[in-house]
């Protein structure tokens, strides 16, 4: 009878580990399903649109130096979302091993636009002239 009552408990905590993680994915999925989308810039920066993506693979496209010091686009990846109803942050490294750059995506009231801005840079606060953009989300068809 020991045995089985200890079975019974084992099976008891696997399943609340288990309600614990789904929830966790939940909230999780939550945070991020207002943000989910293709946000872009209305006008190109220096000949580049600036895009968000936000979903299963998430990418950032903005302005960067490309060879010959010309203006290129950088596609870099997401990382670290975390959304919640007015406020989106996340984190992308820089090619090259050039730094990590944290991101402030802020809502509108339109909640079809945002501003984009970078906060920190390396974990130190960005410069206030660095460039910030509106992005509009793109509609799916």
Known sequence: MPHIHALVLATRYALAVAVVLSIADIRS?????PWVGTWTSPEPDRGVTVRLTIGQSSTLVIPGTG????????????????????????????PDAEGVVGWELRASNTRDAATLRALTIDGE?????????????????
Do not use: Y
Not at 29 to 33: E, G, I, N, R, V
Not at 69 to 82: E, I, M, Y
Not at 125 to 141: C, G, N, Y
């Open 29 to 33: 999925a939550a945070q991020t399903d």
């Open 67 to 94: 060879p010959g010091g010309k203006v290129a686009a950088l596609t870099l990846r997401v990382r670290d979302f975390r959304g919640s109803a007015d406020r989106a942050t996340f984190m992308v490294d820089l």
């Open 125 to 141: 606060p960005a410069d206030d002239d660095l460039p910030s953009w509106t992005l509009r989300r793109q509609r799916e068809s």
